[in-house]
């Protein structure tokens, strides 16, 4: 008779293509069975009535990120990672971000020293390419793709980040050549800068202008210039947090012409809207991120992309200022210009909860679709699968149970991150993450967090076979 570390016994698995009842056994960190009256566990943990899914997989994240702007994120390697355990995401892949004249191993070196100690579940990083110099382009970039970090961000606004079309080209040409996936984020920045001008010289300062500094044309002609640079350097991109029509709308065409433009949306697109930056006093800043939230018909849109499958994967894309908070957005005060409140927003606790709630609750997704869209795809895209993302033989046990029925109002003292507010106060769901496990061990024990600092591990990736110029066809 064998022995295992620990059986999980009569859950609903769900997969991204299948569910059905097993058992599944742990052994030494690792999904060792699937199968039906597995033998016993040293540890026996009773999934009776509940689903038990891989651990989520947050693709876009920021812990810990220093800015330029005197703000400071609220969540490091600790309080960001516990959070996501505790809403089922049992790996991260924040950022590690370039300022201009920074070389990139000394950033990667500083991301290290931020982390070192601190994760609760295991992370890798995204590079975040804000000076292409040729060193960086000729040697640095290609030797870190080599090393494990094989993805990079790419800003097309923001002063201090965006990089013009040219350096855009000679970056995507290195994700071509190395086998990286490059995350465009999509606005155009003169665009923004001339509105954003004309709205604070009318005396429009309030939280909502926000939303019209940066409207869905911003967007559109972003989306669609990135996907001409994709097109013309002939390599996969994925535009990140897609927040309405005329944005999938660029997307879905380049999908039908066959080009590789994979697409992330995060739950902010989907249960926020604008009339939310409007609330009262400054109380609307707590949902001000880029591109903002647009309106009910743009958030259709975006739940009909998810189900057809123009999307790929849901991201938090978790960016922690506190409200109340100098270093947060009040950090002009409390009526601070909107172009001035840090961009972002915290969620890496609610993605699961909410997407199963209004996806797969609402009818709206299967749940094999909602698993491939929080686990399965963004490992597949990061070059992580089949080592995280899925329940098969030899993945890595991050495996959540998740109660399907039990009913969570959200709000914020229930969360784990260490912000002080969450922009989906009052939200019910129908759903939660009941308990975690990492590699095996249990870090999330019916609700109650007991990972520990320092149980997440460094994760080098592959080159992702996603970002591959072209379609895998076996040989005949
Ligand atoms: O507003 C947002 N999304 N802030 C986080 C940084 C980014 O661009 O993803
Ligand atoms: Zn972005
Ligand atoms: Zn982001």
Redesign the pocket.
């Known amino acids: 008779m064998r022995q295992f570390d620990t059986v999980i016994r009569n859950g609903t698995l769900a997969t991204a293509s299948d569910v059905f009842r097993a058992d599944l056994g742990i052994s030494q960190g690792k999904i060792v069975a699937i199968g039906v009256d597995l033998d016993a566990g040293v540890v026996e943990i009773d999934a009776t009535g509940k689903l038990v899914v891989p651990g989520g997989v947050d693709g876009h994240c920021?812990l810990e990120q220093p800015t330029r702007d005197g703000s400071v994120m609220a969540d490091d390697f600790f309080t960001g990672t516990r959070s996501a355990a505790c809403g089922g995401t049992t790996t991260v892949i924040p950022f590690a971000c370039q300022f201009k004249g920074q070389a990139m191993r000394d950033v990667i070196a500083d991301y290290h020293r931020r982390a070192a100690g601190k994760p609760v579940v295991d992370y890798a990083f995204h590079l975040i390419v804000s000076d292409p110099t040729e060193q960086l382009l000729g040697q640095d970039l290609p030797a870190l793709i080599r090393d494990g970090y094989t993805s990079f961000k790419i800003y097309m606004t923001y002063d201090d980040m965006k990089l013009n079309d040219r350096q855009i080209l000679e970056l995507l040409s290195v994700a071509r050549r190395d086998g990286a996936m490059a995350m465009i984020?999509a606005e155009n920045a003169d665009f923004i800068g001339w509105l954003t001008e004309t709205l604070l010289a009318a005396g429009n300062t309030e939280p909502r202008y926000h939303a019209q500094s940066r409207p869905m044309l911003v967007e559109r002609e972003a989306t669609h210039r990135a996907i001409s640079m994709a097109e013309l350097a002939d390599v996969p991109i994925l535009i990140v947090?897609v927040s309405g029509r005329e944005a999938v709308e660029q997307i879905h065409w380049a999908q039908g012409q066959g080009l590789r433009i994979f697409a992330e949306t995060c739950p902010q697109y989907l249960v926020l809207t604008e009339h939310d930056l409007a609330g009262h006093g400054f109380e609307g800043a707590k949902c001000i991120?880029?591109p903002p939230p647009r309106d009910k018909e743009n958030q259709a849109v975006i739940w009909d992309g998810l189900a057809s499958g123009i999307f790929h994967i849901v991201s938090s894309?978790h960016?922690p200022f506190r409200y109340a908070d100098p270093a947060g957005k009040m950090i002009r005060g409390g009526a601070t210009p909107f172009n001035w409140v840090p961009?972002?927003i915290p969620g890496i606790e609610t993605r699961l909860p909410i997407l199963f709630s209004e996806g797969v609750v609402k009818g709206r997704i299967s749940l094999q679709r909602f698993v491939e869209l929080t686990a399965t795809n963004p490992a597949k895209m990061y070059g992580l699968y089949p080592r995280k993302g899925c329940l098969a033989i030899g993945a890595d046990a991050d495996i959540v149970i998740y109660d399907p029925e039990r009913r969570v109002t959200i709000t914020n003292s229930l969360l784990h991150h260490n912000v002080d507010y969450t922009p989906y106060e009052g939200l019910a769901v129908t759903g939660w993450p009941e308990t975690v496990l990492s590699r095996g061990t249990v870090i999330v024990d019916h609700g109650d967090f007991v990972g520990t600092a320092g149980h997440g591990m460094f994760l080098r990736c592959d080159p992702p076979e996603l970002a591959r110029p072209k379609p895998f066809v076996p040989s005949p």
């Open positions: 920021h984020h947090h991120c880029s894309d960016a961009n972002g």
